[in-house]
């Protein structure tokens, strides 16, 4: 079955422990994403991937940090997380350029105490 | 700058009628990508429909067609014979294709199908 995976889907964690979200597709897809959504903020673009060791900033990338060193995985970072860090985080996929047909991973829910 | 506004926060219609969820951008580029996704009280992202900036034709999938109006920079989502199943959160995004191939999406407007 094609889909996009993330673990964990819930997160409860302290000030200053570094975490790791993993995000794995299975479709071949080069267009890779992490997005945040946060009440009446939608969705925010954390960061992106076109395609192995390919990495840029969306418009929220402060205090996370990504790698893509194979296609179909792209772990999102949080090094030191903060309380407004506390946030339900997507992955997403995409074939090639087409980045209209994003392909969602089932959301990961995150507080930070 | 890119910008997307979803100037209704909630919206409430009865079931069977039409809907229309009102989106509009800016953006100075030429080349760009507009999409609107569902998002259920389940908390899934489910992408609905794209059009793209040099398109032609007006999008449609299903129930779901995009009126794009690109003078006026709007991509409403209309959605035919509304049903109960509908009610969810949606936003539209977009993309600038090409270019830096960032996506932002609006803040979302809360759809209510009323039986």
């Known amino acids: 079955e094609a889909q996009v995976t993330q673990n964990p889907r819930y997160l409860i964690t302290v000030t200053g422990k570094k975490l790791t979200v993993t995000c794995s597709q299975n479709?071949?897809?080069?267009?890779m994403s992490w997005y945040r959504q946060d009440p009446g903020l939608g969705l925010r673009q954390i960061y992106y991937?076109?395609?192995?060791?390919?990495?840029d900033k969306g418009d929220v990338p402060e205090g996370y940090k990504v790698s893509r060193k194979e296609k179909r995985n792209f772990p999102l970072i949080l090094e030191s997380p903060s309380p407004n860090q506390t946030s339900l985080y997507f992955c997403?996929?995409?074939?090639?350029?087409?980045?209209?047909?994003?392909?969602f991973g089932p959301g990961t829910r995150l507080l930070v105490l | 700058a890119q910008k997307i506004t979803q100037t209704q926060p909630g919206m409430f219609v009865q079931e069977k009628e039409a809907v229309t969820l009102d989106c509009t951008y800016d953006?100075?580029?030429?080349?760009?990508?507009l999409f609107w996704y569902k998002q259920p009280s389940s908390g899934e992202m489910i992408f609905l429909i794209y059009?793209?900036?040099?398109?032609?034709q007006n999008a449609t999938e299903g129930r779901y067609s995009l009126n794009f109006q690109k003078a006026r920079k709007s991509a409403n989502l209309v959605i035919s014979a509304s049903q109960l199943g509908d009610s969810a959160m949606y936003f539209c995004?977009?993309?600038?294709?090409?270019?830096?191939?960032?996506?932002?999406f609006g803040k979302g407007t809360r759809l209510h199908i009323l039986p």
């Open positions: 953006t100075s580029d030429q080349s760009y990508g």
């Open positions: 479709m071949n897809h080069e267009y």
């Open positions: 997403a996929s995409s074939p090639g350029t087409r980045q209209e047909t994003q392909y």
């Open positions: 991937s076109m395609n192995v060791e390919v990495t």
């Open positions: 995004a977009m993309t600038r294709k090409g270019r830096d191939d960032k996506i932002i």
């Open positions: 059009q793209g900036s040099y398109d032609e």
